[in-house]
T-cell receptor, first 118, second 111 residues
Framework: GAVVSQHPSWVICKSGTSVKIECRSL??????MFWYRQFPKQSLMLMAT?????????EQGVEKDKFLINHASLTLSTLTVTSAHPEDSSFYIC??????????????FGPGTRLLVL | DAKTTQPPSMDCAEGRAANLPCNHS???????VYWYRQIHSQGPQYIIH???NNETNEMASLIITEDRKSSTLILPHATLRDTAVYYC????????????FGQGTELSVKP
């Protein structure tokens, strides 16, 4: 299957600082990427849809000014957690739609980034 | 809200087939059934998807009932490495559709 990478895999930061997470599609172009957040023992929660060359679409309850998303190219989307606080500590996962072969579009996920805010 | 219902947990003996059920009684005609799994502390892994016909790949088989209101994911010979949370998701394909995750089924494969 297609490969999606994330960087960094884990990050520890101080409260009040900003953290940037990168999501890359390595062997395909993705006009649409997605950002999810997962707290311990919970399911994935969709945060936003990242569209190449346009503004991201945020899910209800997700602060767009706190979670800045930039999708500047067909292979890279970034999520910046601004002024991070301990409650932002979570597992952040991105995904991207791959067109696949024979019209079999599939969404592939990155390995996730674990954020710990002290 | 997730549009699927799955049992919260299941056990399976190593080497035996694991049959994971999913109910999606409100599925629309243009929605596909997708299966993903998430091994602890990793991103979800795509397994298989289908519309109405049964599907098989190197990982699993997907059996969809004729009325499409339920499906079963079959892992033919479960191994310890198949221990994970399995998610059944319905979505419209090829429209950049987002995936909405429910709680999934936590499958424990035991020796």
């Amino acid at each position: 299957g297609a490969v999606v990478s994330q960087h960094p895999s884990w990050v520890i930061c101080k409260s009040g600082t900003s953290v940037k997470i990168e999501c890359r599609s390595l062997d395909f172009q993705a006009t649409t990427m997605f950002w999810y957040r997962q707290f311990p023992k919970q399911s994935l929660m969709l945060m936003a849809t990242s569209n190449e060359g346009s503004k991201a679409t945020y899910e209800q309850g997700v602060e767009k000014d706190k979670f800045l998303i930039n999708h500047a190219s067909l292979t890279l989307s970034t999520l910046t957690v601004t002024s991070a606080h301990p409650e932002d500590s979570s597992f952040y996962i991105c995904s991207a739609n791959s067109p696949g072969q024979g019209g079999r579009e599939t969404q592939y996920f990155g390995p996730g980034t674990r954020l710990l805010v002290l | 809200d997730a549009k699927t219902t799955q049992p919260p947990s299941m056990d399976c003996a190593e080497g035996r087939a694991a049959n994971l059920p999913c109910n999606h009684s409100t599925i629309s005609g243009n929605e596909y059934v997708y299966w993903y799994r998430q091994i602890h502390s990793q991103g979800p892994q795509y397994i298989i998807h289908g519309l109405k016909n049964n599907e098989t790949n190197e990982m699993a088989s997907l059996i969809i009932t004729e009325d499409r209101k339920s499906s079963t994911l079959i892992l033919p010979h479960a191994t310890l490495r198949d221990t994970a949370v399995y998610y059944c998701i319905v979505r419209v394909k090829n429209q950049g559709g987002k995936l909405i995750f429910g709680q999934g089924t936590e499958l424990s494969v035991k020796p």
